[in-house]
């Protein structure tokens, strides 16, 4: 909150910035650090300490260190949080950590060893370091350890006055609060309002008679990914968090669903691409290779599988068909278009797409290879190959991430590569088995 | 609004509230539709009609036509929209559209022919037309078509109780809404307080002291990938809207940039995986072939280059490995994470990772078609090619992207097809060179 208006167009991060910032780096002058940061949003000044190399931005971060605060450390990219908060002098650590949100600083703990986790729980009041602990006993990417504990409460039989006046003397109220949750005497909730609704209301009139229909609750255990999904699917900008019970633990509010969204996009983009599903344009070369080489030496063998002379066409064919296919399911998983009541014609939709495609690939390769070679057989040969490649691919796109779906998996599982595999080998048997028996 | 409170766990669409519905579809029974329908939200709705089957479909719009409101209408995908909107009555569809706000009904309009854009347009009235036509004439994905006109503003110099006044007696506020924007004589924004600042402030506390300090605006013509991603780094509910000469014309809420975000990702995904940006399981066998096709026919092409007895490794291996570059480049461009300031420093990261990973796969390959063959030249050729192929890809994967992006174009166009043509040319150029320096 400033005291003051903000002028918007004054504080982006631009390549002169970031070129003036890494020349006051090289002079050591704090002075003019300061005055090209301080203007900027937390965000941007993690996303310049991400773009900036390791040895300037550690540079960076000695000149700098009393001003890197909370805020900065949350919006930094895990891949280099860890560099960043040993680097940090232990009292700037602290005060970083204590102005935060617990359901940030569970944010941080959890990506961090158990020394680095020690050292910023030491830090923590007692108050807050309890706090984060209970939100740390709920599972991983379950939204008890999204969500945040303050909470805005009103007995259901309250009016728009009656909530007003307490808003007015309540405690610190939080940050961010869009509606006042209605609970039951056992505090479990039974609805909400809108702040905009309370405000343009008579303070006679009952807060039930205002609540919102698109009222939903989560449960603690259940997994973040669901988050996202409800506040997508249902415009949400707050939704209560409750236990077994049904009682009150916490709020999510719509950032922490907007970024869960945000991860799990990236995180099915680079699974679909054979990259782990934590690569960053931060990771130097070595990560990078590790992340990537086992997939490569996998599809080294799969490729070799298909040393022949024509193989490969269809056997290349098939797997970017196969990723075709697996790319418009595990989206459809995700925003769960693709459902046990469809997915048998969608399998039948992806069957007709594949014979399709497998007729059109063959006619033209078919041909082609009768023109070439003179020989109708190895065309045809070649032709239904193709065409039995195809099927398989189109299916296996569907078939697979929905049976990871089925067995309670993460459809995003299945990687490219994973398709690009099944046909390979399919590509081999196909045209291999048709060749015996037609050529020979 | 409901003025009775709901009950979060009655209102699921599962497998047997659909079955349910077909089996009430078959028997022509409006009353059971009615009672399995209405408790729903209109986004499971939406959801149930795009996963039942076509013919299923038109039936239950037959039987339950005159419950179809605008919110399921905005909530249904494009793939079926047209279809739903012809064959609903006239007098249905001009109500649905008549209770809708303007921006939903702008994002009904972009996809429609313009004999369907004209019967919505009709059916409106006379301020609403106006409105949506003025909407219409910003670029399409631009931030004046997702914006809302109603916004809620106050002058630079009012005190929270002038405000909390005016919202009591002000005409219909929207139905969404959590700032009060400040603004000057100019009617430019120059700041914005949260509702519940307003609403724990004391009513002499002047507005302008309560201000958030992320306060930010965008400009109608920006591109709504931009808003996407200001409302994602910034952490914003809403941002005002403001016209060449910055003066306020809208607003712009979270659930709008996050439908957004989530468009902008599926793009993404598709596109890598070769398939059209508009791919849906909605579409039928015939749709899906014509966006695969053409992909699939490139691929044709390129592996057919590739046809000779080992150089399909080789080519294989650098598709994989420009995919993988790929991915990672254009989420990171997406993310902004990927900018000018360490383009450089990416790109020698990318070859490093080229290099590593060709030197590992060269090292399998070649022992092994030395084992194989017997002949150390022919692994050491294959070994060669292997590295240079995998720095090709690792460039191509980040070059091709950044490229695009310096050009003004959508990094996201970079098809992971168009990587593994450049890798499978690639292949073979080094293959064939450097098997007829060393071979031959």
Redesign the interface.
């Known amino acids: ?6 002028d ?1 167009d004054e504080d982006v991060l631009d ?1 002169d910035r ?2 003036a910032v890494l020349q006051a780096v090289a002079a050591g002058d704090s002075a003019a650090i300061d005055a090209l940061l301080d203007p900027l ?1 937390a ?2 000044i993690a ?2 300490l ?4 390791g040895p300037d931005r550690r540079a960076l971060i000695r000149l700098w260190s009393h001003e890197i605060d909370g805020e900065i450390l949350s919006e930094i ?1 895990d891949a280099i949080r860890e560099e960043v908060i040993e680097s940090l002098p232990r009292d700037v650590l602290a005060e970083a950590v204590r102005d935060l949100e617990t359901d940030d600083v569970v944010d941080i703990l959890e990506d961090l060893d158990a020394p680095q986790q020690g050292m910023i729980l030491a830090a923590l009041t007692e108050a807050d370091r309890v706090a984060v602990e209970q939100a740390m006993a709920y599972p991983e990417y379950s939204a008890g350890r999204l969500m945040q504990r303050e909470t805005v409460v009103a007995p ?1 039989h309250w009016t728009v006055g009656e909530a ?1 006046d307490f ?2 003397v ?1 405690d610190p ?2 940050d ?3 509606h006042v949750i ?1 609970v039951n005497p056992r505090m479990q909730p ?2 909400y309002a ?9 303070r006679e009139v009952p807060l ?10 989560i449960e603690a255990t259940d997994p973040e990914a669901d988050v996202a999904y409800i ?5 949400l ?1 707050s939704c209560p968090v409750v236990d077994a019970a049904g009682r009150l633990v916490g709020v999510i509010t ?2 922490d ?3 869960v ?2 991860e799990e ?2 995180e ?3 699974r ?4 782990g599903d934590e ?8 990560k ?2 590790k992340q ?2 086992p ?3 996998v ?2 063998f799969t ?2 599988l ?5 193989m ?2 269809v056997a ?2 098939g797997g ?2 196969g ?2 296919s ?7 998983l995700a ?8 997915a048998r ?2 399998i ?6 594949g ?3 497998g007729l ?2 063959a006619l ?2 078919g041909l ?1 290879a009768w023109g070439i070679f003179g020989d109708w057989k190895l065309g045809l040969v070649l032709g239904m190959a193709m065409i039995v490649n ?1 099927i398989v691919a189109a299916l296996g796109g569907v078939l697979v991430p929905l049976t990871l779906e089925r067995s309670g998996l993460d459809p995003a599982l299945a990687s ?2 994973f398709v ?1 595999t099944l046909t390979d080998v399919m590509g081999f048997f196909a045209f291999l088995g048709l060749a015996t028996v037609l050529l020979i």
Chains 1, 2 share one sequence.
């Open positions: 909150m400033a005291d003051h208006l903000a918007p390549q970031i070129e949003h965000a941007d996303d310049l991400e773009q900036i190399g990219s259901e007003i808003l007015r309540a109220l939080p961010q609060f869009y209605l039974v609805g809108t702040l905009g609704r309370i405000l343009s209301s008579g039930r008679d205002i609540v919102e229909a698109s009222f939903r609750t506040f997508n699917q249902y415009h900008i719509i950032d669903a907007m970024n969204l945000d996009h990236a099915d983009m680079l679909l691409a054979g990259v690569a960053s344009v931060s990771d130097n070369a070595f990078t290779m990537r080489l997939w490569l030496v599809n080294l490729a070799s298909s040393v022949a002379a024509l490969p066409i290349s064919t970017i068909a990723t075709q697996l790319a418009v399911a595990v989206r459809a925003t769960r278009d693709l459902t046990a009541a469809n014609r969608v039948w939709r992806e069957l007709g797409a014979v399709l495609n059109g690939l033209i390769l082609a195809q490219g590569t690009t």
